[in-house]
């Protein structure tokens, strides 16, 4: 065996053997040992949501999305036509709280900023052939701007 293979041998064993002291030093814990670990600030999510692209060398021209309702066996569809824009959110957070009682909930934090570029729809309308022209909108949105929020929404199950 060479020099070079005799010593990328040596690691492997030294990391082998590494692996299995921390894998044999875990304990399994019982309910109230692990409700006593503390983790740090949850889990935080932040959002760069692009629809339908709309610069001006990608024009949107005809992209729905239908939604379609069958009531007393007649279908109707709600189809939003051209739904395009920018969405920034930074961030939400999801975290393990103790209320006073000792008891635990989900805390949901709002997120501190969304950012809204360009983002709305050409038209809302209700049809019964989701494919055919819109030809009764019932209106049009565009959202150009910030929202800043705060709070924390808490779920706990009974």
Do not use: C
């Not at 060479?2 to 040596?10: D, F, I, L």
């Not at 939003?80 to 000792?102: S, W, Y």
């Not at 570029?117 to 909108?137: H, I, Y």
Request: glycine share 10%.
């Amino acid at each position: 065996m060479s020099m070079a293979m005799n010593a990328a041998m040596k690691r492997l064993l030294i990391l082998v053997a590494m692996v299995a002291g921390v894998a044999h030093a875990a304990e399994p814990l019982d309910d109230a040992a692990l409700g006593e670990v503390a983790g740090q600030d949850g889990i935080g999510i932040g959002l760069h949501l692009v629809l339908n692209d709309a610069s001006a060398s990608n024009p949107v021209t005809d992209s729905r999305l239908m939604i379609g309702f069958n009531v007393e066996g007649r279908t109707n569809y709600i189809v939003v036509k051209n739904l395009r824009g920018t969405v920034d959110m930074l961030a939400l957070g999801i975290g393990v709280h103790k209320q006073p009682d000792g008891s635990d909930y989900v805390g949901v934090d709002l997120p501190a900023n969304v950012r809204f570029k360009d983002f709305g729809f050409e038209s809302l309308s209700v049809q019964s052939d989701p494919f055919a022209p819109v030809t009764d909108s019932l209106g049009r949105v565009n959202i150009n701007g910030n929202i800043s929020m705060q709070g924390q929404l808490r779920l706990w199950a009974h």
